[in-house]
Nanobody, 122 residues
Framework: QMHLAESGGGLVQAGGSLRLSCVGSSRTLGLGAVGWFRQAPGEQRALVGSINSRGGTNYVDSVKGRFTISRDNTKSTVYLQMDSLKPEDTAVYYC????????????????WGQGTQVTVSS
């Protein structure tokens, strides 16, 4: 069993930045590959990007060049640095683990955090 906890969301003006954190805790599992997803009101949850255990990353086109995923394995934490935020980035952001990382995508695993709200004002 893996418990994930996101933090760092909030309200920011367009063009601003936020850094989200996803902390994983488990007695038996390492954090492994992690995906960041987001869900805007009225829309399905969608992948933003992901990172494998060695630091390899992938991103959807809409966030490439603006978002950066990194990790600190000593802290069992994955970060989502979001720069040049746009109103369309407004969503609840979730991290996911236990999935399969591929070079161009991430297949979600069984473990989800509770989500953190990001609101970007115009």
């Amino acid at each position: 069993q893996m418990h994930l906890a996101e933090s760092g969301g909030g309200l920011v003006q367009a063009g601003g930045s936020l850094r989200l954190s996803c902390v994983g805790s488990s007695r038996t599992l390492g954090l492994g590959a992690v995906g960041w997803f987001r869900q805007a009101p009225g829309e399905q949850r969608a992948l933003v990007g992901s990172i494998n255990s060695r630091g390899g990353t992938n991103y959807v086109d809409s966030v490439k060049g603006r978002f950066t995923i990194s990790r600190d394995n000593t802290k069992s934490t994955v970060y989502l640095q979001m720069d040049s935020l746009k109103p369309e980035d407004t969503a609840v952001y979730y991290c996911n683990s236990g999935g399969t990382w591929l070079s161009t995508e991430y297949d979600e695993g069984a473990y989800w955090g509770q989500g953190t709200q990001v609101t970007v004002s115009s």
